[in-house]
């Protein structure tokens, strides 16, 4: 961060509680996303991402706690709020008779501004079916023109719930670099979703929710400079044999065994050199290997020596 640059918070939530009559929605959920940074929001099926999403835009009213978003509040000023912000829904839904262009061209009216050059390459680079109704358009089709229409007031916050959500592999890397010129030009991205390779690549910060908490925010750059390396073996060795290697074990079962690994590269070929080894394999730890243990229940998952 640059000397004498004082980040604003776009997102400011304190003690957020949404609860669905006595059903668990999100609890005390507390997060501050800066000016300029891509903000991920993980965790799985049913943690509360997008009941955190919809409380922030006031879709739904808060059970208790604050918030404000681009200095306003979230329940008092969220005409204001939702007048400022890009938003994609996970689900997106429009009159299905309309035609996509028309769509389009109505969004635009909204406006007093638009960046009509922007949106017309927006448009062409997700291909967007102008042509087409909405009632004949896949999921993924959709998804595309809500993220045109989120685009449309040049926003400085887009916040989009499962945005990659039903887009084929192409339309996702090119909805990434849009996402990565937001941020070029100083605007804010807040996104929920599943996929960690994704969100590795994409984002400065991660929050990390499950079953309503949040349990864990990240600041990535930091947490890749601690990445190691994550090592498979199997074959005729122990446990104690992997132990004086490493303490960090993932899995183990008979003869095979998977861990982390953050030492000199050579000392660690040096070691398997000692046994008669069936498999080995290195790769470099990402954020799956990492964050896998949030997806999992009670009782699953890794062990650490
Ligand atoms: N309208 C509702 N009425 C009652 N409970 C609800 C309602 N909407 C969500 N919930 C509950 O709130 C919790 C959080 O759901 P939410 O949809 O926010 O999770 P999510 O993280 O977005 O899930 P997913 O990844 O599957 O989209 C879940 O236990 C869910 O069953």
């Known amino acids: 961060m640059p000397i004498g640059v004082i980040y604003m918070a776009v997102i400011e939530v304190k003690n957020l509680t949404k609860r669905y009559g006595k059903s668990r929605g999100i609890e005390d959920v507390s997060i501050e996303v800066k000016e300029g940074e891509i903000f991920g929001f993980i965790g799985p099926n049913g943690s509360g991402k997008s009941t955190f999403i919809r409380t922030l835009l006031n879709f739904l009213y808060p059970t208790s706690g604050s918030g404000n978003v681009l200095g306003f509040d979230i329940e008092r000023e969220s005409h204001k709020l939702k007048e400022k912000v890009g938003y994609v829904p996970s689900e997106v839904k429009y009159y299905e008779e309309t035609k996509v262009v028309d769509l389009i061209e109505y969004a635009k009216s909204f406006y007093s501004e638009v960046d009509e050059c922007y949106i017309d390459m927006i448009v062409q680079d997700l291909k967007v079916d102008l042509d087409k109704k909405i009632g004949e358009l896949s999921y993924g089709n959709k998804k595309k023109v809500a993220i045109v229409q989120a685009l449309m007031g040049s926003p400085k916050l887009l916040i989009l719930d499962e945005p990659t959500n039903g887009l084929d592999p192409l339309i996702q890397k090119k909805l990434f670099e849009v996402l990565r010129k937001e941020k070029e030009k100083g605007n804010t991205v807040f996104l929920s979703s599943h996929n960690l390779t994704e969100v590795e690549s994409l984002c400065d910060r991660v929050a ?90 009670e009782g699953e998952g890794y062990e650490r020596v």
């Open 208 to 297: 990390i929710i499950k079953q309503g908490r949040i349990v864990d925010t990240v600041d990535l750059s930091v947490l890749k400079e601690q990445f190691g390396l994550v090592v498979e073996v199997s074959g005729d060795l122990t446990k104690e044999d992997v132990l004086k290697i490493s303490k960090e074990m993932m899995l183990e079962s008979e003869s095979h065994y998977i861990f982390t690994y953050s030492g000199d590269v050579n000392s660690l070929v040096d070691w398997a050199k000692d046994y008669s080894l069936k498999k080995l394999l290195v790769e470099e730890q990402n954020l799956e290997s990492e964050f896998m243990k949030y997806y999992l229940g």
